[in-house]
């Protein structure tokens, strides 16, 4: 049987570590624990991350290439703002629930990392996310969709919200929350505070 190569193997790794920290919680996120899941040994899992912060940093950088690559193409397209906003909220509901577990390691590590590389890389994931969408808002107050006068930032800071709020919805709904019932919730909801004063 041929031998699996190591970006299969830390593939591997990194979607145990989310499944664990989705069905198990974040403290059972454990060397003993991830060889169960991916059906390696404790020291296979070392040969492919030199520990679990290595893991946790390799998780952390696909969210930033894979999401917030996306969110930025999004803010850029020549499409409608209001159009331009629903596919930005979808697309980030999508990643959160493909990639259910994501929301509580980053928010979880951005409130108890004393690591500054870490920080960085989340400082890095979490202000663009609020610079692509405020970009997106500021263009729909160019174009007269929305009300001028509203705080973009304010706007972006509920943005935020989104992830915790789909994770919650996720546990509770068991991983069966619709995400296309959900981004229609929040785009009414953004729609409402952005035409607010009209």
């Excluded at 593939?11 to 991830?34: C, D, F, Q, R």
């Excluded at 409130?111 to 263009?139: A, C, P, T, W, Y």
């Excluded at 919650?168 to 505070?193: D, H, P, R, Y």
């Amino acid at each position: 049987m041929k031998r699996k190569s190591t970006e299969i193997r830390q593939e591997e790794i990194k979607k145990a570590v989310l499944e664990i920290i989705k069905t198990e919680g974040i403290k059972a996120v454990s060397t003993k624990n991830l060889a169960k899941y991916t059906g390696l040994s404790e020291g296979a899992i070392f040969r492919h991350f030199k520990s679990k912060r290595d893991i946790i940093i390799a998780i952390i950088d696909d969210v930033a290439h894979d999401l917030i690559g996306a969110l930025q193409q999004i803010s850029l397209e020549k499409i409608a703002a209001q159009e331009r906003l629903y596919k930005y909220i979808c697309n980030t509901i999508t990643y959160l629930t493909e990639n259910n577990g994501i929301t509580i390691l980053l928010f979880t590590e951005a409130s108890h990392s004393n690591d500054e590389e870490m920080m960085e890389k989340l400082n890095f994931i979490f202000n663009s996310q609020r610079k692509f969408v405020g970009h997106i808002i500021s263009d729909g107050m160019a174009e007269g969709f929305w009300d001028k006068s509203i705080s973009i930032e304010d706007v972006t800071q509920l943005y935020m919200g989104i992830p915790i709020t789909h994770n919650i919805n996720l546990i509770l709904s068991k991983g069966k929350a619709k995400k296309e019932q959900f981004c229609k919730k929040m785009m009414t909801l953004f729609e409402k505070v952005l035409i607010a004063t009209h």
